[in-house]
């Protein structure tokens, strides 16, 4: 019975992970298209992010399998110190937004952006422009996407259920994206950025102490521990700041 819980604790944390990073990264890839696809034309939009889908496809299905031969031990260890990483770079920009010290990430900016470049462009190089803009924008935001399934799918030995829930959130939102069309300014995207954070920096822990060969107590029920400790410094911290920033603002 304590197996079944702790096996289900790991998969909810696991996939809560996995969708989120994925729908972020997502989010910031839709917005390249859309502007693509209104600026330059559909057609060739589609086919670069078409291409790019394919590319990390193919990077799943060649270095997934050669990662679940690795042995367990040093896979968590590794995997472990990225996620550190990743995680805290994703928790240090939605800290310092949330607290103020940072301009929230402004999709509809983006998107104004991307699309006044892409109209500054030349007609004759059109097609080759919206190719190329949207198998960058996909490619380089879908990378980070790879990465995670990579690296929490092998680590947990459940490399599908990761690849799944990652084609998900990333059919998700897509539909989002044809229904709201470029409304993305609406998705709280620092809350599920600190969020995934959180979930990063949670497993990391966790897996550099498995690979550290520590026991944890509780097995998987651990990462829930983790997960509301670093919830909790996650708060304290940006109440910090906005309070600090506030005392300067009213000392300027």
């Known amino acids: 019975m304590i197996a079944v ?3 289900s604790t790991g998969v909810v944390v696991l996939v809560g992970a996995v969708f989120l990073a994925c729908a972020v990264e997502m989010v910031e890839a839709l917005t390249i298209v859309l502007a693509v696809g209104h600026t330059r034309g559909w057609r060739s939009a589609f086919e ?3 291409v790019a889908l394919v590319v990390l496809a193919a990077l799943v299905a060649l270095f997934g399998p050669a990662l679940v ?19 805290m770079q994703w928790l240090r920009k939605a ?3 949330s607290s103020g010290l940072k301009a929230m ?27 190329v803009m949207a198998f960058k924008g996909v490619f380089l935001e879908g990378l980070e996407v790879v990465i995670t399934v990579l690296t929490l799918g092998t680590s947990a030995h459940r490399l599908g259920l990761a690849s799944t829930v990652a084609a998900i959130a990333v059919v998700l939102v897509g539909i989002v994206g044809v229904v709201v069309a470029k409304q993305l300014s ?49 708060w304290v911290l940006v109440a910090y700041l906005r309070h600090e920033r506030r005392t300067r603002e009213v000392a300027a």
């Open 186 to 234: 609406n998705v709280p995207e620092n809350a599920m950025k600190m969020g995934v954070g959180v979930l990063l920096v949670s497993y990391g822990t966790f897996w550099t102490g498995e690979g550290l060969r520590v026991r944890w107590p509780g097995n998987d029920v651990m990462l829930v521990g983790f997960v509301a400790l670093y919830l909790a410094v996650t």
């Open 48 to 50: 670069g992010t078409a």
């Open 69 to 87: 031969r690795v042995p367990l031990s040093v896979l968590r260890l590794v995997v472990g110190g990225v996620l550190l990483i990743f995680g």
């Open 5 to 7: 819980v702790t096996g």
């Open 105 to 131: 990430h402004d999709e509809d900016a983006i998107y104004r952006a991307k699309v006044a470049e892409l109209a500054s462009a030349g007609a004759a190089q059109r097609d080759r422009i919206a190719f």
């Open 95 to 97: 800290i310092l937004r």
